[in-house]
């Protein structure tokens, strides 16, 4: 039988609301056995219940104001991809609608992975860390460009550039010589192969709908049987880039639809990205809503959260 991803609609929920904001989520009668920057996990019998929170982080700091809606955008939008992902790689989702009656829409029921210690990123254009390392190197995670690149330009072809998966502090670039040396030639090469079909396949659809993945983040992990599956999240605000193509503007900042705004607005402010972070101003949290929300709407079409 095919997994069960159909989120269950219990009334109609067009946009996030700000009384289902839960900075920390609990289920008296589950055990909480990993809690994230944003998602809680709990084990479920030989399931696991991965929630998403309202949490926000940046620069892998927490910061003390939530989002409303966010843990549900994130959800509801990996789901989607999921679906559309099926044929390229298998996922972790069991069901989408076998899960506490409060976290409805914001969790979802899955496998138990061995995880893969590696963030498999792909990057079709310059920006972020893979610009930063451009601008100094000329590559990202050792994979050389051609000069002349600048802001926001878009790379000749996607390139695989992962990085370590870091218990605490930063994930550091690696390259991929130095993946296989971690976990093998054969699932490196594996890791890559997706990795980029993923990318290229959710790029090309969201440029249908006028958005461009400038890069994305992906986790994996190994099955039972051996097989390597796609896990977490899955082409999100918080996982990815998103510009509006109709803004797009080599050269240039772009306009974000996804989590820069937020790092944008944390270095305007001059935090010097250490812990404790700084509370988020109503504004900030309300254009982050709107941007998640546009976002979402852009992709699904409108459909209802």
């Given amino acids: 039988m095919a997994p069960d991803r159909t989120p269950r609609r219990e009334g109609t929920l067009a946009r996030p609301l700000p009384g289902r904001c839960q900075a920390r989520l609990e289920v008296t009668a589950l055990e909480l056995i990993h809690s994230g920057k944003v998602r809680d996990v709990y084990a479920d019998g030989d399931d696991l219940l991965l929630v998403a929170s309202d949490r926000v982080s940046i620069y892998d700091v927490v910061l003390p104001t939530p989002v409303p809606g966010k843990g549900r955008i994130l959800t509801q939008l990996s789901l989607w991809w999921f679906d559309r992902l099926t044929d390229v790689t298998p996922n972790h989702v069991i069901s989408a609608t076998d899960v506490p009656a409060e976290w409805q829409g914001r969790a979802i029921r899955c496998q138990h992975l061995e995880m893969v210690p590696v963030e498999c990123i792909a990057r079709g254009y310059l920006a972020g860390l893979g610009l930063a390392s451009y601008n ?88 039972k049987n051996g097989d390597l599956v796609l896990a977490d999240e899955v082409l999100t605000p918080d996982s990815s880039r998103f510009w509006p193509a109709g803004d ?57 959260l």
């Fill in 136 to 223: 100094e190197t000329g590559a990202i995670s050792g994979v050389p460009l051609p000069p002349g690149l600048v802001e926001a330009s878009r790379l000749p072809e996607p390139v695989f550039t992962p990085t370590t998966k870091a218990a605490a502090g930063h994930d550091e670039p690696m390259t991929y010589d130095e993946v296989a040396d971690l976990i093998g030639a054969s699932t490196a090469a594996e890791l890559r192969r997706i990795t980029l079909e993923v990318y290229r396949r959710g790029a090309a659809l969201a440029a249908e709908r006028g958005v461009i993945v400038a890069d994305t983040k992906l986790e994996f992990g190994r099955a």
């Fill in 248 to 304: 797009y503007e080599p050269g240039r900042p772009q306009h974000s639809l996804d989590k820069q705004y937020l790092r944008d607005w944390g270095t305007a402010i001059g935090w010097d990205r250490k812990p404790p972070g700084p509370e988020i101003p109503p504004d900030i949290v309300a254009a982050m809503t709107a941007r998640y929300t546009d976002l979402f709407d852009r992709l699904t079409a409108g459909q209802e």
